[in-house]
Structures are given as C-alpha cells and as structure tokens.
C-alpha cells in the first residue's frame, strides 16, 4: 500500500493451526486456533485520534498517519499487503462459569510484529451498529468505531482452554477437547518459542521438539517427556511474572523485571546429551524438575505484581475472565474499566456484573484464580502437583509489591518498618469517606456517603430475595445473584442507613479528629524517615512519580464521547494529550476553562478533572459490556 511500508511476519498463523475455510458466521471451530475472515469496509470513515508515539514503534509517521491510505488500512477498509486477517478461537471462564468456545467477535487479527501494547488509532464512520447498552431492550444505533490495538500477541489464559474437557457445572467443553493431545503442546511451543525465547533456549526446545507430533506419542521418550514437562513448568512459572512487567499510567514497575534476566544455570543442563545410563537419565530428570519447581512462583509472581500495580492507582479492570487475561502480561479487554473516584473496596465499574464478582478489593484473589485455572488448563501437560504448588507464592509476592508501591506513594524512602502497611490501610479506610479535595473541605457529606453505600438492590426487595433464599437457596442462582451478592448490599443498607443518621456537624467533628490522628502518625513516620537520610526533595519527587494527577473518569469521558457524536473530536484528543502524562510533568493546566493552547497543550478545569467531586448528572452513568 502506498506510502505504508509494514512488515507482517504472521509467525502465530504458520505455526498454529487455522481453520481452512473462510467465513464470518458463528460456529463451531474444532482443531484449530484461528479462523480466517473477510475485512468489512466501513461507511465514509475518519479519523478521530491517533497516538503518534505508538505508531512510531511500527514505523509509521505523523505525515502517514494523516493519508487516506492510513485511513483505509487501520479502519478496515483496504487490506494491507502481507496482512491475513483472522479471528482468534479462545475459550474462558466468564464471570466464574466456563462459557466453552468464545473467540474474536468484534475484533480482528491483522498480522505480527511489535514490542509493546498500545492503542495505535482510534476511527469512526457513518456506519451504524445496534448495541443494547444497559440490556434493558431499548437498542440505539451507534456509529460504527474501530479502535487499533498494538500488542506481541493476543493469545490469553483463554487460548488454552480451547482443549478443557467438558466442565462438569456448564457441561460446556472447548471445541478442540479431542485434539488436545497434539494441539495444546503445539500452542504451548509456538507461544514459548515466540515469546519466552530465553526458556526455549535454556531448554533446548529446538531438539526437544524435533519431529514431535503429540505428548504422549509412542515416539516419545519418558526422559524427553520429563524434560518437556520441565519446560511447560518453566513457561507457567514465567507468566505471572510477565504481567508484572506490563505499566499502567506510568506508574513504575517495583517487582522483580525477568524480561532480560538469563535463566538458572541448573536449567541448562536440559540442553545437553542425555547419559547413556537409564538411572542417570531418571536421576537427570528429577534433578531438572527440582530445580524448575524451586523457581517455579513467577509465572504467579508476574500476574500478583500486575495485580498490585492496578490497586495501587485505583484501577478497576470489569471483566477478569480468563479469556481476558494476557498470556505474555499486558493489561487487554477491558472495556467497562474505571478509575475510583472515591476510595470504595466494594466498587464494581461494569454494570454487567450483577453480583459483584469482579470489585475492586476482589481483583488480587480473581487473578490467583484465574492462574489457577490456567493451570488447570495445563495440566496434561505439567509434573503431578507441579502447577499447585506455584499458587503459594502468589500472596507473599502480591503483598511484597503493594507494600512497596504503597511506600513509595506516601514518600518512604528508608528502611521499611512494620506499621506502614496499616498506615497506608488507615489512609485508605479515611479516604472511603472523601472525594478528592482538600482534606476537610473536600470531605463528603453524610448524604453523599448514604448515597455512595445505598445497596444495588431495593430495601423491599432485597428482604424478598432474602426470604427465598431461606427456602430455597438454588432459586438466587436462577434470579443471577447469590448469597454472598444480598450479604454485600445488607451490609451496605446499615452502612448507609447510618450515614444517613448522621449530622453534617457530627461527621466534620469525626472526621476531624480521625484526619488528625493519622497526619500526625504520618508526620512521626515522616521524621524518622528523614532521620535515616532522606530529603523533603526526594520524598516530593518520588511521591510524584508514583502518584498520577490524571486518570480518566467517567463523566470526563462521557463529555468527550457526547462531544464526539456530534463531530467534535476536541474532547478526545484533549483527553488523549492528558492520558500521555497522567502525571501532569508536562500538561499546562488551568482553571479558566477548557480548549488547547496555543502551544498544543492541553489546559482542563484544574478542580473538575484532578480533584472535585463527580457533578451530580454523573452518578448515574453506568459502562457494561456492551458499552
């Protein structure tokens, strides 16, 4: 194509197996990891956003980004010499139940090539879609909108559950449970080569795998099936530890980074001639198991750091099914998201989720979860017990990392000291009875705590649905809730019936002394930090670092979508040059209004974008899957 010049390797595509025919209707896929599909144009497409430094990583400038050709290709219009489009087979555990086959429905596999994860292009078109937003019936017919992601590879905790046997509570299977003897080594090879080169290599992949056709083959032997095993093992430990490396907003990474990291010596020994003795090849083995197993967290280590990094910005995924968690560590699919605009454990940003599965406090335990089904999902594959006893050091490793976050973002530069979990936990708890603001000014109201607490479901019926459950507790998983769902919004209506008990003037005094009482821990804590050696400089620039003056709420973003339905893409760019710098080093900022400067920078209400309280029309916005 004219004046786009992308190199597409499509590697995943030769080395997985892709369904022959091409077609674009549900169905069936058995056997195969992709599926090939027909590009459908777009009606009058145009450009609403682009970020010219993810575009810069494929070689792709500021004067082509703006060409017609540019449009064509990245909105789907016209297909790129070398592109292959395909839809990607995948199955997963969608809000705690195996929902068998899934798969690209709305997105589409362009080809190979890149480093890192961003959004490249955001483009929009006369094209109309129905989308049922709030599953209430009332269908509206929005403009068609293509968003261009850039990623290593899409392939996912769900991609390997493609060959899981039916499960026993959905009596769902994935498509390809009869080929999973030959395909889910296959996926796991390709995925180990392409993205873990450092463990392939440590292991001798190339000669483990040569003429390999199926794990229990006849062909091959019980040493290289052990020492086959050893690399799987190696591959889930890697996983977790992949997630921590991925950023978000910027926020820097503080757990361990293996990217580079060479592997243990005692994983080498796998590369070497196997002895001619039978004992020293069974002695050879444990020995390559033990010290795979030792090592094993890291698969869990990546994913719990990951984990630690969204807590510790207040950053709330919506969908952490499995099918939404990224094999190589990058945050994905997660559409309904939102940031917190007032500390609230108990927050659920995806109004899809009817029973509060994925809050914000339950993410660290959803994504053990989910490693623990990706485990599952390996097991033919791994050691006995091999991919269990990983799982134990996902807590230690989580807590690890968010403490040292939560250190960083109060200013601790010296040793760490045993209260300063519980401190950051009393600045949190304070917090839940605030917005952003100033402290005492900025506190919320007893009216407004009320609000924020008042249960999701209706004080009458909720005593109902409590009654029922009291006779028949299978009747609350046919209404979709359950019992953990109505203890949560119990305990919510007498959060909120005393909030609503209580006077302004008694909650400003309460909160007065329990603010003082924490600055002045804080303040000790400060002290004896700067007696071990730090500065006010230091504290000041690391505090600055790690806590973002920018996140993307969403009243700010419904703005700029409602801006952008009638035109004006402002709005979005705006937001675009803001989500650039969450920290705001370089962001002109003011109070006088909104609009870019004559210098490109973006200038927001200071007040209404970093720290005033949502406005009232926005408490009942609402994101769902299908927003």
């Known amino acids: 194509m004219a004046g786009l010049a992308l190199k597409f390797e499509n590697a995943t595509l030769v080395a997985l197996p892709v369904e022959p025919k091409a077609s674009n209707v549900p169905r069936t896929v058995p056997g195969a990891c992709f599926s090939r599909v027909p590009l459908q144009p777009l009606d009058s497409p145009q450009i609403v956003a682009v970020s010219e430094e993810a575009l ?61 994860t961003r959004a490249g292009s955001l483009i929009t078109s006369d094209t109309r879609v129905v989308r049922d937003v709030h599953y209430t019936g009332n269908n509206i017919r929005e403009r068609a909108s293509v968003v261009s992601r850039l990623a290593p590879t899409f392939l996912r905790f769900g991609s390997f559950e493609i060959c899981k ?32 080169p450092h463990i392939w290599a440590a292991h001798g992949g190339e000669r483990l795998t040569a003429g390999f056709t199926a794990f229990f083959d006849s062909g091959v032997s019980a040493e290289t099936r052990s020492c086959l095993q050893s690399m799987y093992l190696s591959f889930y430990q890697e996983v977790g530890p992949a997630v921590a490396r991925s950023r978000l907003w910027g926020v820097e990474r503080v757990g361990s980074d293996t990217s580079s990291a060479r592997p243990q010596s005692g994983c080498m020994c796998l590369s070497r001639r196997p002895r001619s003795s039978h004992g020293a090849q069974e002695a050879r083995a444990r020995h390559c198991n033990r010290r795979l197993v030792c090592g094993a967290c890291r698969v869990v280590l990546r994913t719990a750091s990951l984990v630690a990094g969204w807590q510790g910005v207040g950053w709330c995924h919506g969908v952490l099914n499995t099918d939404n968690m990224s094999i190589v560590g990058l945050t994905i699919d997660y559409g309904p998201f939102g940031f917190l605009d007032t500390y609230n454990p108990d927050h659920v940003c995806n109004g899809s989720d009817d029973q509060g599965r994925y809050t914000f406090q339950a993410q660290p335990s959803i994504c053990h979860w989910n490693c623990e089904k990706l485990g599952e999902a390996l097991k033919p594959l791994l050691p006995p017990g091999g991919g269990k006893r990983q799982l134990g050091g996902y807590m230690p490793e989580y807590d690890r990392v968010f403490g040292a976050l939560c250190r960083r973002k109060l200013g601790l530069l010296g040793c760490e000291e045993d209260g300063d979990g519980a401190l950051y936990d009393s600045l949190l708890q304070q917090s839940g009875q605030r917005n952003h603001g100033e402290i005492v000014a900025g506190l919320a109201s007893p009216s407004d705590m009320a609000a924020m607490l008042a249960p999701k479901i209706p004080a009458a019926n909720l005593q109902m649905l409590m009654m029922l459950a009291g006779k028949d507790p299978e009747l609350l998983h046919q209404l979709g809730t359950s019992m953990k769902a109505l203890q949560q919004d119990i305990d919510r209506m007498t959060r909120s019936k005393a909030f609503s008990s209580t006077t302004p003037s008694e909650k400003s005094a309460a909160d007065t002394r329990r603010w003082g ?10 002290a004896r930090d700067a007696a071990a050696g730090s500065t006010q400089r230091q504290r000041t620039e690391l505090m600055n670092r790690t806590n973002p003056k920018f996140i993307l709420r969403n009243w700010v973003l419904e703005q700029a979508i409602q801006a952008a339905e009638g035109g004006d893409f402002s709005k979005v760019q705006e937001l675009l040059q803001l989500a650039k710098d969450p920290f705001a080093s370089g962001v002109a900022v003011s109070d006088s209004g909104a609009g870019p400067s004559q210098d490109g920078a973006c200038v927001l209400t200071r007040m209404a974008l970093f720290a005033g309280k949502p406005p009232g029309w926005a408490k009942g916005l609402c994101v769902t899957c299908s927003s």
């Open 56 to 116: 810069d990583l494929i070689n792709i400038s500021k004067e082509q980004a703006a060409s017609q050709s540019f449009l064509g290709a990245f909105s789907g219009n016209e297909l790129m010499p070398g592109s292959e489009p395909a839809a990607h087979c995948y199955c997963g555990y969608q809000f705690g139940y195996f929902s068998g086959q899934l798969g690209d429905g709305a997105a589409m596999y362009l080809g190979e090539g890149i480093p890192t």
């Open 165 to 196: 046997p039916v499960d026993p509570v959905t009596s769902r299977g994935g498509p390809s449970e009869k080929d999973g003897h030959a395909l889910l080594p296959k996926l796991l090879h390709h995925t180990i080569r392409a993205y873990f």
């Open 517 to 526: 009482a924490w600055l002045q821990r804080y303040s000790q804590r400060l």
